[in-house]
């Protein structure tokens, strides 16, 4: 099927990775690159909902599975507890979707029940609502190299929100998009200490009032839908008047 697809007029995909791996077993083909990206209509440019003065909110969105859990983040958020107690006090955490009840136990066994709440599917304009509720919100890549390339969708809807981003993630086009938009905080997935530290120079940011001010949060159109339609756009009108000359 790969090889049947290298041999289209025009090949599309979403990744830098994808684009990479293609463009590489097969010279000859013509791949391009039109990236995810959020629905402008879900985020008006005065949102009508803002964060609460407390607690430090912290809300992550989408499934979790056996290969993507939470692990990386309670792990870190359980050594931000360890250092900083009263700061973690003040930090009220949510995962948003479906999941293992495995992500549940271990929230239980690191003795972070009371500061983790789980919460099953939400209607889509509510988890809008409840990501521009939030002082930041939070993204975990797999730890797998097999998805070393993937970029969540998740994330282009949390640039749409305009809220800072805690970035789990090992190195990768998604880590490298928030770091280069200055976006939020890029973790390493496997370093608790890493994840705590960063946890805890957000909670200083929020608490300092500079959260909004310590990061580049202005609208991205570049990479809205609408943005990525009017890409398709040039590639396929270029196509057909190739087709036609």
């Not at 309670?74 to 999941?99: H, W």
């Not at 304009?125 to 939030?134: F, G, L, M």
């Not at 809205?224 to 756009?233: F, I, K, P, Y």
């Amino acid at each position: 099927m790969e090889r049947a697809a290298s041999r289209a007029d025009l090949v599309l995909v979403t990744t830098e990775a994808h684009e990479a791996m293609l463009r590489r077993r097969y010279p000859g083909s013509r791949v391009e690159r039109i990236p995810n990206g959020y629905d402008e209509e879900d985020f008006p440019r005065e949102p009508a909902v803002r964060p609460p003065a407390e607690p430090f909110t912290v809300t992550h969105c989408g499934m979790l599975t056996l290969g993507r859990s939470v692990r990386p983040f309670l792990e870190g958020f359980a050594a931000f507890m360890k250092r900083a107690p009263s700061k973690a006090a003040a930090t009220s955490v949510a995962f948003i979707g479906a999941r293992e009840s495995a992500n549940e136990e271990l929230a239980e066994s690191l003795g972070l029940a009371d500061r983790v709440r789980f919460e099953d599917n939400l209607p889509h304009d509510e988890v809008v609502r409840r990501e521009r509720e939030s002082h930041v919100l939070l993204l975990v890549k797999h730890d797998d190299e097999r998805y070393r390339g993937l970029v969540p969708g998740k994330l282009y809807e949390y640039i749409g929100a305009r809220r800072p981003i805690l970035a789990i993630a090992p190195d990768g086009e998604a880590a490298r998009l928030v770091a280069a938009m200055r976006r939020g905080e890029v973790a390493a997935i496997g370093d608790p200490a890493d994840v705590a530290a960063k946890l805890e120079r957000l909670h200083d940011r929020w608490r300092e009032g500079t959260l909004e001010s310590g990061y580049s949060l202005e609208e991205a159109p570049e990479w809205s839908r609408r943005a990525g339609a009017e890409r398709l756009h040039a590639l396929l009108s270029a196509l057909v008047g190739e087709s036609c000359r």
